[in-house]
T-cell receptor
Framework: DAGITQSPRHKVTETGTPVTLRCHQT?????MYWYRQDPGHGLRLIHY???????DKGEVSDGYSVSRSKTEDFLLTLESATSSQTSVYFC???????????FGQGTRLTVV | DQQVKQNSPSLSVQEGRISILNCDYT??????FLWYKKYPAEGPTFLIS?????DKNEDGRFTVFLNKSAKHLSLHIVPSQPGDSAVYFC????????????FGKGITLSVRP
């Protein structure tokens, strides 16, 4: 199994509070991604990184920010959580073009 | 606008028969396609991929077909087994897009014993 770990695995938080999800990899892969999975929407890209301190927005980036200060860690922050951000969040890593992405186990976030 | 479409939300197949899962895309710049399988409470796992320079790729019971002119790909599972029951996602990427994967909404496959 690819060395990718998400933390926490489950979290319940209140509306308006900040939340940070962590993705940690031991594969030294260049590319890292944050997706969210919602019923009827599949997997949608939030933000991604193509190197240390190199990040870009995905299709559903509003309300989220990311940081990657070292190769192995990619953080996703919800500055002020809203109920619409209740979802399952997946981190993925990829070594390069023409290869597959490996996914973490997911973080189930509930905003009440 | 959805660039990867999986228009059938679900499929039910008898064990031992063929499962055919379809996927359409609109972005002609996509040149690499993948299928992922997902069980409940787990992350998606890679199943099979195909480059746009090919029209078929086979791995055991799984075969992916690509029809570039129709912007269509399909995943064939033969024979289907109850353990294949899962959600299947089609994904695509394009050269120069920092290897971003764009996913479809997924198809729930149920294989009946």
């Amino acid at each position: 199994d690819a060395g990718i770990t998400q933390s926490p695995r489950h979290k319940v938080t209140e509306t308006g509070t900040p939340v940070t999800l962590r993705c940690h990899q031991t594969e030294n892969h260049r590319y890292m991604y944050w997706y969210r999975q919602d019923p009827g929407h599949g997997l949608r890209l939030i933000h991604y990184s193509y190197g240390v301190k190199d990040t870009d927005k995905g299709e559903v980036s509003d309300g989220y920010s990311v940081s990657r200060s070292k190769t192995e860690d990619f953080l996703l922050t919800l500055e002020s959580a809203t109920s619409s951000q209740t979802s399952v969040y997946f981190c993925a890593i990829m070594g390069g073009r023409g290869t597959e992405a490996f996914f973490g186990q997911g973080t189930r976030l509930t905003v009440v | 606008d959805q660039q990867v479409k999986q228009n059938s939300p679900s499929l039910s197949v008898q064990e031992g028969r063929i499962s055919i899962l379809n996927c359409d895309y609109t972005n002609s710049m996509f040149d690499y396609f993948l299928w992922y399988k997902k069980y409940p409470a787990e992350g998606p796992t890679f199943l099979i991929s195909i480059s746009s320079i090919k029209d078929k790729n086979e791995d055991g019971r799984f075969t992916v077909f690509l029809n570039k002119s129709a912007k269509h790909l399909s995943l064939h599972i033969v024979p289907s087994q109850p353990g294949d029951s899962a959600v299947y996602f089609c994904a695509a990427s394009e050269t120069g897009a920092n290897s971003k994967l764009t996913f479809g909404k997924g198809i729930t496959l149920s294989v009946r014993p």
